[in-house]
């Protein structure tokens, strides 16, 4: 089982709409929880971090449930500019910290 | 305040030539991840640095290549005599003590000819 597992997509959505994102993750110890955007071609940029108790940014709520272990993602009133690559990210504490990605979903947004 | 800086942001290399990629991590940052990309594929962990420690190279292919994060200066990730398997877009990644996320450069994109 890998340790961060996404839908690869794509989520072919038109404008407007909600779409939500699913990941999971195989290690129970792990602690902090983030969703990336990637543009093609671009670095990932930290969209949200996700905390236990959920967190919104303005179109965007993200929610954590470790008793299932699985992280997601919420995008409300759907953009052009929201087309782009989700990943979601796990950091787990193995004796370092390190950041681990899914590989992505894809979200195309269309007129 | 600039973020964090990699270059090359291309770099072409033949088979059996090295690679140096450069990454000067945020103003204040002490930790330093690179992570390799191919076309269509998710970010692969290579190496965490501290300055001057390496604390996790699980990612990193055992031969041909290695990282080093100098007291002075950037971190550099070297591949010797890189092969055409090794093209793919290399992020560097850095982050302050008890981070809340991680803050990547722009890449460098290996073409290995």
């Known amino acids: 089982r890998k340790e961060v597992e996404q839908d690869p997509g794509p989520f072919n959505v038109p404008e407007g709409a909600t779409v939500a994102f699913n990941c999971t993750y195989s290690n129970s110890a792990s602690q902090s929880f983030f969703w990336y955007r990637q543009d093609c071609r671009k670095e990932p940029k930290l969209l949200m971090s996700v905390y236990s108790s959920g967190n919104e940014d303005g179109r965007f709520t993200a929610q954590l449930n470790r008793a299932s272990q699985y992280i997601s993602l919420l995008i409300r009133d759907s953009k052009l500019s929201d087309s782009a690559t989700y990943l979601c990210v796990v950091e787990s504490s193995g004796g370092s910290y390190i950041p681990t990605f899914g590989r992505g979903t894809s979200l195309i947004v269309h007129p | 305040n600039a973020g964090v800086m990699q270059n090359p942001r291309h770099l072409v290399r033949r088979r059996g030539q090295e690679a140096r990629l450069r990454c000067s991590p945020m103003?204040?940052?002490?930790?330093v991840y690179w992570y390799r990309q191919l076309p269509e594929e998710g970010l692969k962990f290579m190496v965490y640095?501290?300055?001057?420690?390496?604390?996790?190279e699980s990612g990193m292919p055992k031969e041909r290549f290695s990282a080093e994060f100098p007291k002075e200066g950037p971190s550099i990730l070297r591949i010797q005599q890189v092969v055409r398997g090794d093209s793919a877009a290399y992020f560097c990644?850095?982050?302050?003590?008890?981070?809340?996320?991680?803050?990547f450069g722009s890449g460098t994109r290996l073409t290995v000819v």
């Open positions: 990644a850095s982050s302050p003590q008890g981070a809340d996320g991680y803050t």
């Open positions: 640095l501290q300055k001057e420690n390496i604390i996790d």
């Open positions: 103003k204040g940052h002490s930790h």
